[in-house]
Each structure stands twice: as C-alpha cells, then as structure tokens.
C-alpha cells in the first residue's frame, strides 16, 4: 500500500465572504442543482462554520468538504429534493473544496473554498494504522478488529476490486462519524477517526447497491 503524510479527520468548517476577506462566524449558504454547487463565500476565516445546505434539484443529493488527497473532513448524506439540511466543520487555513453529488455519487461537482487565520481543529494524531482491502463485495482485513474508547485510528483502505468502493463509519448511536470517500480500482484511502465512546460501531460502502451485496459489518469499541 503506498504511503502519504498523515491527514487527519476535521469534525466542522468555517465562514467568510467573496468580496470583503475571511470573516469568522455566520452559515454558508450552499445551493445544490442537479448541474451546479453554489456557495454563497468561499473565503473563509479559521475555525467552525455551518453550511446550510439547499437542494433545489430534482435528485437525492449529498455535500462533502474534501482535503488533500480527497480526504473526506466533512459531510451531509441524502438531502432530497426540496430540502434542506444543515453540517458544521472546522478548518485550520488552507484550501479545500466543497462538493455536491446529486445522485450520490461519482466525484461531485466542486468548488474551492480557501481558509485564512488562525484556529480549526487540531486532529489528534493516530495511536495507529488499520489496513485493509476493498473487493467486489467484501473487505478484507477487518475481520477482527476492535478498537478502545479514545483511541484514533488511521484507516488505510486499497481497493482491490474493479469498482469504485467507500468506507463510512457509524458510531454506537448511528451517527455518521466520517469515512474514506469513493476510491477508484488501484487507488487507496484513508481517514483518521478517534472512537470518544464504547460500543458497537457499524461500517459500509454506501455507493450503488455495494452495501445489499454484502459491504457492511460492525466492530466494538470497549
């Protein structure tokens, strides 16, 4: 499995106006067509911000922030049409982009966001790393694993089969707590997740019919 410089797993996002420089505080409005992702500011200052998410396509939509690599730092899953939701994410500065995916799925139509100042969440590094494999339709790799309340794991995931494939990760109460985004055949991903609470955590492809065909399973945390 190649290796890359640690990128670690932000839990929120930050704010700022298109004409007059970064300012903290106050939601991006984004607004999600079935051929365009609209932000109302893209530079944005340090630190946590709400993106209020507005779907006025005629498809099932979801929202990404992506860092380097396309490492997933944020997201919110099936907005449908019409409707609205809402996620928070915290960045340090940097550039980065926010992504809608009607459909939910391929890479997104994106959009640059570029983040100014100081703050953002720092992420803890990892205790230590997880590999595992990604086929057509299973995973191997992962058979055994389990992890310890505050512990944070870096997962590394190879894709080994001939379809895309993800890697989403529920915590004990079904929240989503982050995941690999969709990884082409050949390709790798990883995320870096710290497990706050004991419990049994769930995990899934959640592209296609990936996870009716078998790409789901569940890990305790003690």
């Not at 703050?119 to 310890?148: P, Y």
Request: glycine share 14%.
């Amino acid at each position: 499995m190649r290796r890359y410089a640690p990128i670690l797993l932000a839990l929120s996002l930050t704010a700022c106006s298109n004409g007059g420089g970064a300012k903290s505080g106050g939601a991006v409005a984004v607004t999600a067509t079935d051929t365009a992702c609209t932000l109302g500011r893209t530079d944005l200052a340090a630190g946590k911000t709400t993106f209020d998410v507005k779907n006025t396509g005629k498809d099932v939509t979801e929202v990404y922030v992506y860092g380097e690599k396309d490492t997933v730092l944020a997201e919110k899953e099936n907005i449908g049409p019409g409707l609205s939701a809402s996620f928070v994410a915290d960045l340090p500065a940097g550039t980065y982009e926010v992504a809608c995916k009607p459909g939910q799925k391929g890479d997104g139509i994106r959009t640059s966001i570029h983040v100014t100042g100081s703050g953002g969440a720092t992420a803890k590094a990892a205790d230590r790393d997880v590999e595992f494999q990604s086929h057509d339709f299973a995973w191997t790799g992962l058979e055994t694993f389990t992890a310890k309340a505050g512990e944070t794991i870096k997962f590394e995931m190879e894709n080994d089969g001939p379809a895309q494939h993800e890697f989403e990760v529920f915590d004990a109460d079904g929240t989503a707590l982050g995941e690999i985004g969709p990884t082409d055949k050949g390709k790798d991903g990883e995320v870096t997740l710290t497990f706050a609470k004991s419990g049994s955590y769930a995990y899934k492809c959640g592209i296609a019919d990936h996870e009716a065909r078998g790409m789901v399973g569940t890990f305790q945390v003690s």
